[in-house]
């Protein structure tokens, strides 16, 4: 093989096109009926055909015998465009030529009639990333374009093009391929290499290839090179370790499983493989979105195109999500995605974002190992508040605690009624009814009513409003509420004495009398994960692989500046 398959196998003519009919059928028709535009933006996932589609495009309009939707593919200027050796097409990559100096140098070659052809093609690869300055140069040659000149910008993303580029385009959505449909070219292109392939096999590379085309074909390529005979199922897993889809179904079960554990060993595996975490964010936001238009009974084009077997179990997962969840799992990780851009230690933001989603989640009953692990409360870390007795309105009737106070109420936690109210609409007039007496209260209950909390307490003050807004609350331990916050400034201040004491006063008709405890909700997942590490484990599973919760815990540490209680830790 002296060449890739991918270029090998790269259409040539409109029919080669896989699933891109309806973008084929236009251009079709444009050239026949020569109504063709000077401008045109192809959108879609990579490896889709959308610069493949450009080239046909241009041979189209600059065979000898066209123009015509079928180049001949022999004439010198179908060859030309085929083997990149034209002066007529020009090809920029813009994420790595996007400065104003290289639109100036494109306005100017503009200027110039073809050398060979009766068009001028330029493809800019990538045009979101195109600088704001080069963006308005190049404005000026798509509102008058010379006459022999056609412009494709493709994209990845045709959000982040300016409405002043798109308006001047005609725009083509290229699809994601379907598994189907890419199995079947891969199966095809297998045949033609002479290659012997078990159809489990191609299937598991179609999935993995995620709707790209290019990556399906680097894959098969990759089988080629590994196996010796016929590629099997067992090869292709053996190679790829996991699928994009398992990993993001992996995830999704571990956080609605509420399985810290879980958690973090996929994130582990993750970024073992050199994943960009930006990109895992991205589509697992996509994916708990799919998760919640099925829990909703609703359907969608990507939902369709999934293989059979992925859509099965995202089925099963969504049994477990209502709207309010998937609609909360879905904003803690675009605020995480926001995260990421300012925060270097994308692990970690990752893996507390997940943790975070599992905390949306009510954990399952019997929980399994890992979800008492993110339900347990910390050891205790040391707090600025001075300690304060327990309120003298304690009922007598608290019932008697078998293990230590700590751990007791999330353990004694009452089950939540199945059809949990919505919380209700903040109102001056609303008479808070405590739901329950202390050391009853469960989180699930805190969680729910803790938009009236934070609305009580904005009525009396915005300030200490404005810090609480950075918290959740984590746990209920005994009469305390533990509340996590994401900055040290916010939780710090939130825990000075006459704060702390304006908030206390707020939720105590609302959830009995409690107090609150300020934590860092880093440091105090952290400290829960660790907590379980080592501890009593029912379900005996101890195949499950380690995670290496000390790795994590320096990580908080370095990150915050704080310092290792347990001495086993370090
Ligand atoms: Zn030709």
């Not at 800019?124 to 006459?147: C, G, M, R, S, W």
């Not at 810290?260 to 697992?284: C, F, P």
């Amino acid at each position: 093989m002296d060449r890739s398959l991918y270029l090998a196998y790269r259409p040539q003519t409109f029919a080669e096109v896989v699933e891109q009919e309806h973008v084929s059928r236009t251009l079709s028709n444009a050239i026949e009926t020569d109504r063709l535009a000077h401008a045109y933006l192809f959108c879609g996932p990579r490896g889709t055909g959308k610069t493949s589609t450009a080239r046909i495009l241009a041979k189209a309009l600059n065979c000898e015998k066209g123009p015509t939707p079928n180049p001949c593919g022999e004439c010198d200027n179908c060859v030309r465009i085929r083997n990149g050796s034209t002066m007529d097409v020009v090809e920029l990559d813009a994420a790595s030529n996007r400065g104003i100096d290289e639109i100036r140098k494109l306005r100017e070659n503009v200027q110039y009639a073809p050398a060979e052809g009766r068009y001028k093609f330029y493809i800019v690869d990538e045009a979101h990333q195109i600088t704001k300055d080069a963006f308005n140069a190049l404005l000026k040659t798509l509102e008058e374009p010379p006459p022999y000149v056609v412009f494709v910008l493709a994209t990845t993303e045709p959000d982040r093009l300016p409405a002043t580029i798109l308006s001047r385009c005609q725009r083509f959505d290229f699809k994601r391929l379907s598994s189907e449909k890419l199995a079947a070219h891969l199966t095809k292109v297998a045949a033609s290499e002479g290659v012997d392939i078990d159809d489990a096999a191609v299937r598991t590379i179609a999935r993995a290839a995620d709707g790209a085309a290019r990556d399906g074909l680097t894959i098969l390529e990759q089988m080629m090179s590994f196996s010796e005979g016929r590629i099997t199922q067992e090869d292709v897993v053996s190679v790829l370790g996991f699928t994009e889809m398992d990993v993001l179904c992996a995830l999704s079960r571990a956080v609605i499983d509420g399985d810290s554990v879980a958690i973090v060993d996929v994130v582990d595996r993750v970024v073992e493989t050199g994943r960009d975490l930006h990109q895992l964010l991205k589509d697992l936001a996509g994916h708990f979105r799919d998760l919640l238009v099925l829990s909703l009974g609703a359907d969608s084009a990507e939902l369709k195109a999934l293989a059979p077997e992925a859509r099965a179990i995202m089925t099963e997962q969504a049994k477990s999500l209502d709207r309010a969840r998937g609609v909360r799992l879905i904003d803690v990780i675009s605020q995480a995605q926001g995260d990421l851009r300012w925060n270097p230690q994308h692990r970690l933001v990752v893996e507390l974002a997940l943790l975070k989603a599992a905390e949306c989640l009510p954990t399952a009953a019997p929980a399994a190992p890992a979800a008492r692990a993110a339900a347990a409360p910390p050891r205790p870390a040391p707090s600025p508040a001075p300690a304060r007795p327990a309120p003298a309105t304690r009922p007598e009737s608290t019932p008697p605690r078998a293990e230590a106070p700590r751990r007791t109420p999330a353990a004694q936690a009452t089950p939540r009624p199945a059809t949990a109210p919505e919380p209700a609409a903040p109102s001056t007039e609303v008479e808070h009814e405590p739901v329950a007496s202390p050391g009853e209260v469960d989180v699930a209950t805190v969680k729910d009513r803790w938009p009236e909390a934070l609305a009580a307490v904005k009525r009396q003050s915005v300030p200490v409003h404005a810090l609480l807004v950075d918290s959740m609350p984590l746990a209920v331990a005994g009469d305390v509420i533990v509340l996590g916050f994401s900055h040290q400034f916010h939780r710090d201040h939130c825990a000075e004495p006459q704060n702390r004491a304006l908030v206390e006063s707020v939720i105590r008709p609302l959830f009995g009398a409690l107090r609150i405890d300020c934590q860092r909700a880093a440091e105090w997942t952290a400290n829960a994960l660790a907590h379980d590490d080592g501890g009593s484990d029912e379900e005996g599973d101890s195949a499950a692989a380690d995670p290496d919760p000390d790795a994590f815990i320096r990580q908080v540490v370095d990150m915050f500046g704080g310092t290792i209680l347990d001495q086993s830790l370090t």
